[in-house]
């Protein structure tokens, strides 16, 4: 019956959408490892005398209020934050998913306690714990990537133990038990190129998140160090010279806006296409 | 399982999701190395046997568990321990503080509600209209644009360039943004959800029997509805929490938000580690009451 009243309806997330979500990561990413070597300037080099320069011929993006140079700052900056968040992500999958997984298969009580600490962890919002967790790990990008990766396990652990319950019931889980493989095997070997649909999905909608996040944080003075620059420090520095420099602020805050973008769009896309649990509605 | 059972263990899982959660709270703030003590000798003024009796006087020679069990019991009854930056009791911060982050999240929340609500209707009772593509675009929205960015944006499109609104200590922006943000989240599961409502039997009833929709969607199917926003408490209050945290700091509103970023920024640690620990008991208690809620409102979840 849906079908019928969705017909015709611009779907968003749709090809379009896909196509220039990817057009976005694919920019970004290339800037991110090439960007640097491109842009002549150093990214991290004052020079007070042209603090918030507008943009001209030579400096594209204009000046920060210490005089850096802003397009060179947002490359930086691009590869920081996409590093930061890709790291965030991949731990977040390695001990959401990895931890959640293993504890599922060896039995009730690993898994009792392992979503009993997740269900825990889960209960504060991203945004409080990786913060909590900057406050005591101190600032830097290890300590962020752990964070991050930390506040969004759990997210990807319960996807983790939704798929691996529905797979379990499947009849090439009970034949390879039959067969004699062991559980953890019947997980490497079985289950899990079953699953890594659902988990790359739910990675994709993380990663955007984790950009976001860092951004945060690093506005609170709690991610990267002041001088690294990455999209949420930049912020942070330029947002109070706001009225008289717009450039400064304007640049990573595009970058982070049409980052997310392009990140939610491909993972949209993915989740439709395939996430299995969303038949079962959110 | 009886329905007062049930409320009781939940009630019971709550409180302990809390006690860990402090728990995990008092040690991360206690790995954090050096203590108040340490950062006041750096400054010079106290020699070893100073360094040792201020120790003793503020109880950090204690181990650990006799701190917890001190600093909980202090928390519990209200007292989380003063500001090391505004020599205040950090529970006189927070209750002063929290009025402006209540009153940022109940207009944010009845924005987003009233939009997110208002929309998923009337995409239901006019399917052909735009307004179902309208809310798979705000979905789309509040998925892809994080209240950080948008605020930004707005601060530099209203205020920097536009000049129509001072970038501090104004709601406007704040408000519309969250309650776009909530409305979104909100929109696309009630639609979702009112639509496959429309299918039920009694629907079909109402509307052979000659009820104008406008009648058949506000009392048989919103009802229906209901548990779906209820349901979607915890999520909107999580991102209530961040953007309260976000909002408050760009727009200049002096709430809990703002207590923290301060409290981050002095690493006033007792205020940080009170402002979590409201956050995230405010956290807990709103899924539990959102659990009870939907309990109450859905029959067939009591069984």
């Known amino acids: 019956m849906s079908a019928s009243a969705t ?147 759990p997210h990807m652990a319960l996807v983790a133990r939704a798929t691996w319950r529905r797979e379990g019931s499947a009849g090439y889980v009970a034949a390879a038990r039959v067969m004699g493989a062991s559980s953890l095997a019947t997980l490497w070997r079985h289950v899990l190129p079953n699953i890594a649909g659902a988990l790359v999905t739910q990675a994709a909608i993380i990663m955007p998140r984790a950009i976001t996040t860092e951004s945060v944080l690093s506005f609170f003075g709690l991610g990267v ?30 970058a982070l806006c049409i980052a997310t973008l392009g990140f939610a769009l491909v993972g949209n896309r993915l989740r439709l296409a395939l996430d299995p649990l969303r038949e079962r509605g959110r | 399982m009886s329905t007062a059972l049930h409320a009781g263990l939940g009630l019971l899982r709550q409180a302990m999701l809390l006690a860990g959660i402090a728990i995990a709270v008092f040690l991360l703030i206690r790995v954090v190395p050096g203590d108040v003590v340490d950062a006041m000798a750096l400054e010079g003024s106290l020699d070893d046997d100073a360094i040792v009796a201020l120790r003793a006087e503020l109880g950090l020679d204690a181990g650990a568990l ?122 696309k599961p009630l639609f979702e959800d009112l639509k496959e409502a429309a299918t039920a039997a009694h629907i079909r009833t109402a509307r052979a029997k000659g009820l104008s929709p406008v009648r058949i969607v506000l009392r048989h199917l919103l009802p229906n509805a209901l548990t779906t926003v209820v349901a979607l408490g915890g999520l909107i209050l999580a991102g209530m929490i961040g953007g309260a945290l976000t909002m408050e700091v760009l727009f200049g509103l002096p709430g809990l938000g703002t207590l923290a970023y301060q409290a981050i920024s002095g690493r006033d640690y007792p205020v940080i580690q009170a402002v979590v620990l409201i956050f995230a008991a405010g956290v807990v208690l709103v899924n539990g009451l959102a659990d009870l809620a939907q309990r109450a409102l859905d029959p067939r979840l009591r069984r």
Request: with cysteine; charged share 10%.
């Open chain 1, 7 to 153: 017909a015709g309806m611009p779907r968003a997330g749709g090809t379009g959408g896909l196509a220039l979500g990817l057009a976005v990561l694919g920019f970004a990413l290339l800037a991110g490892v090439f960007g640097p070597s491109l842009v002549p300037h150093d990214p991290l080099v004052q020079e007070l005398a042209a603090r918030n320069a507008p943009p001209d011929a030579l400096h594209w993006l204009g000046r920060d209020h210490l005089g850096r140079d802003v397009l060179a700052r947002l490359v930086a900056g691009t590869r920081i934050s996409l590093a930061v968040a890709l790291g965030a992500t991949l731990l977040a999958v390695g001990l959401g998913a990895g931890l959640g997984l293993v504890a599922e298969a060896l039995g009730r009580w690993p898994s009792f306690l392992v979503f009993g600490a997740f269900d825990m962890v889960r209960a504060m919002p991203s945004i409080l714990l990786a913060l909590t967790l900057m406050v005591a790990l101190g600032i830097g990008i290890w300590p962020l990537i752990l964070a991050l990766g930390v506040a969004f396990a």
């Open chain 2, 66 to 187: 006799t701190q917890f069990r001190i600093w909980a019991a202090r928390a519990l009854s209200g007292d989380f321990g003063t500001s090391l930056r505004f020599d205040r009791p950090a529970a006189e911060l927070i209750l002063a503080a929290a009025p402006t982050t209540i009153g940022l999240a109940a207009l944010a929340l009845a924005a987003g509600l009233a939009l997110g609500i208002g929309l998923a209707t009337a995409a239901v009772l006019w399917p052909r209209s735009p307004l179902p593509a309208l809310v798979e675009g705000l979905n789309l929205w509040s998925i892809a644009l994080p209240t950080f960015c948008v605020g930004l944006a707005a601060i530099l499109v209203f205020s920097v360039w536009l000049g129509w609104l001072p970038i501090i200590g104004q709601w406007l922006s704040p408000v519309v943004i969250l309650g776009i943000d909530i409305g979104g989240q909100v929109a």
């Open chain 1, 225 to 254: 160090s002041p001088e690294t620059p990455s999209w949420g420090r930049m912020i942070a520095g330029a947002s109070r010279y706001a009225e008289s420099a717009p450039h400064a602020v304007l640049a990573p805050v595009l």
